[in-house]
T-cell receptor
Framework: QKEVEQNSGPLSVPEGAIASLNCTYSDRVSQSFFWYRQYSGKSPELIMSIYSNGDKEDGRFTAQLNKASQYVSLLIRDSQPSDSATYLC???????????FGIGTKLQVIP | DTGVSQDPRHKITKRGQNVTFRCDPISEHNRLYWYRQTLGQGPEFLTYFQNEAQLEKSRLLSDRFSAERPKGSFSTLEIQRTEQGDSAMYLCASSLEAGMNTEAFFGQGTRLTVV
């Protein structure tokens, strides 16, 4: 079982809709969670981090964490064609532990 | 530019040759990671440093791979006797370790092609 699981997609949404990206993790001691956006041929770019249960909002992005269900999600409101990219979920136990990535979900926003 | 810097951006090498990549982290960051990414996959952990100490090395990493971070500043990743399966994007990231906050920021990557 992979430590961080994501559906590879593609997930297609129309422009202006809400895109919902999901991630589950297997390690119950994971403390820190991250969402990265990666455009084709480019390196990952950090867009959100979340450390406690609940929602965290930043502009059009909302990250949600449920440690009891070992579930992390990212909502993108008012999706734009420029949001089309692969979204990587990552987790860490914190402290001296490494950051582990999922396979990424490819998002396509259709104009 | 105060971000993570990697050099070179692209490298084409013949099978069997040695290659070395360099990573300069964000200046105040004490943690440095190396990842490898192939098409359609997420970044795969290779190794990481806390200052100059190499804290963990992936069991998937063969003895042909070695990484150093002298003086806790820049890092190098060397691949000896390259194989076609080593072709990938090699990503470096750095973070400032502060409790649970381990936000890691990536460089542009080095794309290696072994022919």
């Amino acid at each position: 079982q992979k430590e961080v699981e994501q559906n590879s997609g593609p997930l297609s949404v129309p422009e202006g809709a809400i895109a919902s990206l999901n991630c589950t993790y297997s390690d119950r001691v994971s403390q820190s969670f991250f969402w990265y956006r990666q455009y084709s041929g480019k390196s990952p770019e950090l867009i959100m981090s979340i450390y406690s249960n609940g929602d965290k909002e930043d502009g059009r992005f909302t990250a949600q964490l449920n440690k009891a269900s070992q579930y992390v999600s990212l909502l993108i409101r008012d999706s734009q064609p420029s949001d089309s990219a692969t979204y990587l979920c990552a987790s860490s136990q914190g402290g001296y532990q490494k950051v582990t990535f999922g396979i990424g979900t490819k998002l396509q926003v259709i104009p | 530019d105060t971000g993570v810097s990697q050099d070179p951006r692209h490298k084409i090498t013949k099978r069997g040759q040695n290659v070395t990549f360099r990573c300069d982290p964000i200046s105040e960051h004490n943690r440095l990671y190396w990842y490898r990414q192939t098409l359609g996959q997420g970044p795969e952990f290779l190794t990481y440093f806390q200052n100059e100490a190499q804290l963990e090395k992936s069991r998937l990493l063969s003895d042909r791979f070695s990484a150093e971070r002298p003086k806790g500043s820049f890092s190098t990743l060397e691949i000896q006797r390259t194989e076609q399966g080593d072709s990938a994007m090699y990503l470096c990231a750095s973070s400032l370790e502060a409790g649970m906050n381990t936000e890691a920021f990536f460089g542009q990557g080095t794309r290696l092609t072994v022919v």
